[in-house]
């Protein structure tokens, strides 16, 4: 496995292949991430992993500054899954000169949920993301489900530059008690870390009553959220939003539609988002 720092020595490994498939991450890595790795190797002729902690999509109050970077222990388990390069830029590689031109996604897309919480959140991810991806020569990338918002937006980013990519959302990973893989998770306490379960569990309580009645109209289904966010708030979390919305592009669902469910709650000083498809 080859570690490169440079756009320069980028472009000259991957000059030899056809078809990278590219896995973007922002490292402190884990079996999430691995995953997308595995299930990318056989999908192209070479596999890149990406390691980049992006400022532009961090919130001056957020944990830009203290977001682990673990690039040695990051490499060793890239290099254990099968990944051929690992692309670790600076930031004054990646970003030479202010950023000025950004991507900006739709706002009926990019301002709810996660968009409405941290605004100019999608505003940094897409333009890191494109720039990945131009730089990485992608023909097939991936990104994990349980950043479910920001798959949507990146997919249809792509489509709509027509960009010769395919998208791919790998499945998310979880632990043994059903607590989403995140990096962010090393955060919690023993405590919170024992805690944290609920999350998942109050979204399986929803899909369980959705598909015990699957005729719910808007206003059962409102209900169903509102009493997820009081039982969360009664706990000591902190929920910014638990909604059920309709998996084609995450507005309030009709009869009939395939639906997800989504949240996003801090416990303590930590913010965990979930979902679920129903």
């Given amino acids: ?104 996604p739709p706002t009926e897309l990019s301002d709810i949920l996660e968009g409405h919480f941290r605004p100019g959140f999608f505003i940094g991810v897409c333009t890191v993301v494109l720039k990945l991806l131009s730089l990485t020569q992608a023909r097939t990338a991936l990104f994990g489900k349980k950043d479910y918002q920001q798959l949507m937006v990146i997919r249809n980013m792509v489509k709509q530059f027509a960009m010769p990519i395919t998208i791919i959302g790998g499945e998310t990973q979880r632990a043994e008690d059903g607590l989403a893989l995140s990096s962010r998770n090393g955060y919690l306490s023993p405590a919170e870390r024992a805690q944290a379960v609920q999350l998942s569990a109050t979204l399986r309580s929803i899909v369980e009553a959705v598909r015990a009645n699957p005729g719910m109209d808007a206003a059962a289904l409102a209900r169903l959220e509102t009493q997820a966010m009081q039982s969360l708030s009664q706990t000591g979390w902190r929920p910014d939003y638990v909604a059920v919305r309709r998996q084609a592009d995450l507005q309030p669902p009709q009869a009939g539609d395939a639906l997800v469910v989504l949240a996003a709650a801090r416990l303590g000083a930590t913010r965990l988002i979930d979902n679920l498809e129903i």
């Fill in 1 to 104: 496995m080859k570690i490169i720092h440079t756009i320069a020595e980028l472009r000259e490994e991957l000059s030899a292949y056809r078809h990278p498939a590219v896995v973007p991450t922002m490292g402190n890595l884990h079996a999430g991430h691995l995953a997308l790795v595995r299930q990318a190797k056989p999908l192209g002729d070479v596999t890149v992993s990406t390691i980049f902690v992006n400022r532009l999509q961090f919130a001056p109050h957020e944990d830009f500054d203290t977001y682990p970077r673990t690039l040695d222990a990051d490499c060793a388990q890239l290099e254990a899954a099968g990944c051929d390069i690992v692309f670790a830029p600076k930031e004054a590689e990646m970003y030479p000169q202010p950023q000025t031109f950004k991507v900006h």
